[in-house]
């Protein structure tokens, strides 16, 4: 278990980085849709209707 910490608090393992960034969506979903969140209520950040 030690081990695994271990690989993750490395620096150097700039894998893990990337295994955070692949399941995100390569573009923001707030940004090209401006106008749609002025639509939705001030709310909206709490409401999930982003598809993730």
């Known amino acids: 278990m030690n081990r ?3 690989g993750c608090s490395i620096p150097s393992s700039n894998q ?3 295994i955070h ?3 995100l ?3 923001p979903p707030q940004k090209p849709r401006p106008h749609q ?3 939705l209520p001030a709310g909206s ?4 209707y982003v598809p993730r």
């Open 37 to 39: 969140r002025r639509f």
């Open 21 to 23: 960034r692949h399941p």
């Open 25 to 27: 969506p390569p573009q």
């Open 4 to 6: 695994a910490l271990k």
């Open 45 to 48: 950040a709490e409401i999930p």
């Open 16 to 18: 893990t980085h990337h």
